[in-house]
């Protein structure tokens, strides 16, 4: 069964830094796009950012300059930078992946758990 599992959420000062890690576990044969989204309570998910296989980035304007995302395609990883973050930044992230899985017909989303990101002011 294909997971996506992340990691690296916390509870921080405003001002400081996170680094979220997203990884693949499971048989698959490609994975495409990656990225990260968030979601308040009460709220539609929004994206955080996003990366293409060959690493042209996509940034929310609320996050851009503060945020970076990036990924291994040897791992299946992606990574979420955050830094100089806010209050309004609090929210569950989820990980998300373009992937072509053993047993599927060809790529779909897979979506992670979430993993909480609280920033106190």
């Known amino acids: 069964q294909v997971q996506l599992v992340e990691s690296g959420g916390g509870l921080v000062p405003a001002g400081e830094s996170l680094r979220l890690s997203c990884a693949v576990s499971?048989?698959?044969?490609?994975?495409?796009?990656m990225g990260w989204y968030r979601q308040d309570p009460g709220k539609q998910r929004e994206l955080v950012a996003t990366t293409t296989r060959s690493g042209a980035a996509t940034y929310a304007d609320s996050v851009k300059g503060r945020f970076t995302i990036s990924r291994d395609n040897a791992k299946n990883t992606v990574d979420l930078q955050m830094n100089t973050l806010k209050p309004d930044d609090t929210a569950l992230y989820y990980c998300s992946a373009k992937m072509w899985t053993v047993g599927t017909p060809g790529f779909r989303d897979y979506w992670g758990r979430g993993t909480q990101v609280t920033v106190s002011s």
């Open positions: 499971g048989s698959i044969f490609g994975v495409n796009a």
